[in-house]
């Protein structure tokens, strides 16, 4: 048998403060090394620990009357702040020992009514401070919903006014801002689209006939400076919508086959799974579950790379044979596996093309990133 550990008296002291801090008797051991056996036998001997009760022994009538009251509300940092070795499992074994009412497990009628009363002037984080922070604020947006106040269903003559005079003036995020009680841009786009209404992203995004018939009858002629200069739009605006119209200059990849592009794209699920799993199946940009699976290394150039390589020429899809087909398709699947995707947001990958064409390179998405990161596409990507 061990030899019985005999505490001092300044040892039971530590034992007997540290207990009634909050630590555990293991926790005692771990920081003090006096024994298990030891530990326990003095705070039995002080009358403050019988290990076939529960623990809360130690907590004055006071203090249980505190941790009640501010239970009974939700309000932990209250109860923290004076206990701070207590945590949430600790109070709710002593609620349930001693038949506390948790209140802010449920919804008041009074809570109801702010709720209502507040919906279409105030937001969620505003109604959660009016109920003293008892729910969160997507506690009380789910609530909100739950009794039927939803910010989408009803809109007021003066509202729609609104929509309609400002919708393709100024961004989406401006709007938000004039129709405070409609809180969600989908909400608004929903409006929009049964106005059959035209948002500012698509007004100063989209080309006119007009422009894509200049662009047409003068690309020969000018460069896309000079275009740009002349439409008032901005060079890779210019480069991409000649693109668009397959309008190509000296692009070595601009002729690559559509068919085989496409027939070799079906083929790209290890690609595409790869790539997801390396962004954590999430748009990098926004953190999305809804995205695209952007080419760092342009699709167009793998091709043209692989033509070269094997010695093909680049023709329609139903003149190769079988196995140059199967050969292409074994050099792409290895070319493009070294160049993984990004996962990013549709209405973003589609305003990066916007702005660099459909063959752009590592570089100009690394830019892109840069220029996203610093807002400057905040008005875009808002509609």
Request: with cysteine; aromatic share 12%.
């Given at each position: 048998?061990?030899?019985?550990?005999i505490?001092?008296?300044?040892?039971?002291?530590?034992?007997?403060?540290s207990y009634?801090?909050?630590?555990?008797?293991?926790?005692?051991?771990?920081?003090?090394?006096?024994?298990?056996?030891?530990?326990?036998?003095?705070?039995?001997?002080?009358?403050?620990?019988?290990?076939?009760?529960?623990?809360?022994?130690?907590?004055?009538?006071?203090?249980?009357?505190?941790?009640?009251?501010?239970?009974?509300?939700?309000?932990?940092?209250?109860?923290?702040?004076?206990?701070?070795?207590?945590?949430?499992?600790?109070?709710?074994?002593?609620?349930?020992?001693?038949?506390?009412?948790?209140?802010?497990?449920?919804?008041r009628?009074?809570?109801?009514?702010?709720?209502?009363?507040?919906?279409?002037?105030?937001?969620?984080?505003?109604?959660?401070?009016?109920?003293?922070?008892?729910?969160?604020s997507?506690?009380?947006?789910?609530?909100?919903?739950?009794?039927?106040?939803?910010?989408?269903?009803?809109?007021?003559?003066?509202?729609?006014?609104?929509?309609?005079?400002?919708?393709?003036?100024?961004?989406?995020?401006e709007?938000?801002?004039?129709?405070?009680?409609?809180?969600?841009?989908?909400?608004?786009?929903?409006?929009?689209?049964?106005?059959?209404?035209?948002?500012?992203?698509?007004?100063?995004?989209?080309?006119?006939?007009?422009?894509?018939?200049?662009?047409?009858?003068?690309?020969?002629?000018?460069?896309?400076?000079?275009?740009?200069?002349?439409?008032?739009?901005?060079?890779?605006?210019?480069?991409?919508?000649?693109?668009?119209?397959?309008?190509?200059?000296?692009?070595?990849?601009?002729?690559?086959?559509?068919?085989?592009?496409?027939?070799?794209?079906?083929?790209?699920?290890?690609?595409?799974?790869?790539?997801?799993?390396?962004?954590?199946?999430?748009?990098?940009?926004?953190?999305?579950?809804?995205?695209?699976?952007?080419?760092?290394?342009?699709?167009?150039?793998?091709?043209?790379?692989?033509?070269?390589?094997?010695?093909?020429?680049?023709?329609?899809?139903?003149?190769y044979?079988s196995?140059?087909?199967?050969?292409?398709?074994?050099?792409?699947?290895?070319?493009?596996?070294?160049?993984?995707?990004?996962?990013?947001?549709?209405?973003?990958?589609?305003?990066?093309?916007?702005?660099?064409?459909?063959?752009?390179?590592?570089?100009?998405?690394?830019?892109?990133?840069?220029?996203?990161?610093?807002?400057k596409?905040?008005?875009?990507?808002?509609?």
């Open positions: 048998m061990g030899r019985k550990i505490l001092t008296e300044e040892q039971e002291k530590i034992v007997k403060d009634l801090s909050g630590m555990s008797c293991n926790q005692i051991l771990k920081n003090t090394g006096f024994g298990r056996d030891a530990i326990k036998r003095c705070l039995v001997d002080a009358g403050i620990y019988n290990p076939d009760k529960t623990r809360y022994r130690k907590y004055s009538d006071e203090d249980i009357e505190y941790i009640k009251k501010y239970y009974q509300i939700g309000d932990w940092d209250s109860i923290f702040k004076k206990y701070p070795f207590m945590n949430k499992q600790n109070v709710y074994d002593m609620a349930k020992k001693r038949g506390f009412s948790a209140d802010f497990y449920f919804w009628k009074e809570d109801e009514l702010i709720i209502k009363e507040n919906m279409y002037s105030k937001t969620f984080e505003e109604i959660s401070d009016l109920i003293d922070n008892r729910k969160s997507s506690q009380v947006k789910q609530k909100a919903f739950k009794l039927g106040y939803r910010n989408d269903d009803s809109w007021t003559e003066e509202e729609i006014n609104i929509l309609k005079k400002n919708y393709s003036l100024i961004p989406m995020i709007i938000m801002k004039l129709l405070p009680r409609h809180k969600t841009k989908d909400c608004i786009q929903m409006k929009a689209s049964q106005l059959n209404l035209k948002s500012y992203y698509s007004l100063n995004c989209m080309w006119t006939d007009d422009e894509k018939d200049f662009i047409k009858n003068n690309w020969k002629f000018m460069s896309d400076i000079e275009l740009a200069d002349k439409l008032k739009r901005s060079q890779r605006n210019v480069k991409y919508q000649r693109e668009r119209l397959g309008l190509f200059r000296s692009d070595p990849f601009g002729e690559i086959n559509n068919r085989l592009n496409d027939y070799l794209r079906r083929r790209s699920y290890t690609w595409r799974k790869n790539s997801i799993n390396a962004c954590n199946n999430k748009c990098v940009l926004t953190g999305s579950e809804k995205f695209d699976v952007h080419h760092i290394y342009p699709v167009n150039q793998i091709i043209s790379d692989i033509l070269y390589e094997l010695n093909l020429e680049n023709k329609n899809l139903d003149e044979t196995k140059e087909l199967e050969i292409i398709v074994t050099k792409f699947n290895e070319k493009q596996n070294k160049y993984l995707g990004v996962c990013v947001r549709q209405d973003i990958h589609n305003l990066f093309h916007s702005i660099y064409g459909d063959i752009a390179t590592k570089d100009q998405w690394e830019q892109f990133v840069i220029d996203f990161k610093n807002d596409f905040v008005d875009y990507i808002a509609a």
